[in-house]
């Protein structure tokens, strides 16, 4: 079992940055891939981005390529997701996620544990 908890959300004007955190507690954090998601009103959530369990390997969406960095802390158990450059259209309530896998990959999904989200709201 794994708990998350996000954090760093809020209100940023277009081109501007903020830090998602997410804080896992439980067992084996390790363990996990790890991937952040996003879900805007009137749309399907979407994984904007995803690291492996030893961060070596990431993924992430096309619209985000270039402005958003996913990063993880093992020894912390925490990930986090940079967005730079934000836009009016990556406004969105977005989550964290944990995917139990043995394997080293950056998966976009079958996750197992959610987070309760964090609003980002962009403005124009």
């Known amino acids: 079992q794994v708990q998350l908890v996000e954090s760093g959300g809020g209100l940023v004007q277009d081109g501007g940055s903020l830090r998602l955190s997410c804080a896992a507690s439980g067992r084996a954090f390790r363990s996990y891939a790890m991937g952040w998601f996003r879900q805007a009103p009137g749309s399907e959530r979407e994984c904007v981005a995803a690291?492996?369990?030893?961060?070596?390997?990431?993924y992430y969406a096309d619209s985000v390529k270039g402005r958003f960095t996913i990063s993880r802390d093992n020894a912390k158990n925490t990930v986090h997701l940079q967005m730079n450059s934000l836009k009016p259209e990556d406004t969105a309530v977005y989550y964290c996620?944990?995917?139990?896998?043995?394997?080293?990959?950056?998966?976009?999904?079958?996750?197992?544990?959610w987070g309760q989200g964090t609003q980002v709201t962009v403005s124009s």
């Open positions: 690291i492996s369990r030893s961060g070596g390997i990431i």
């Open positions: 996620a944990a995917k139990g896998t043995r394997a080293e990959v950056a998966s976009r999904y079958e996750y197992d544990y």
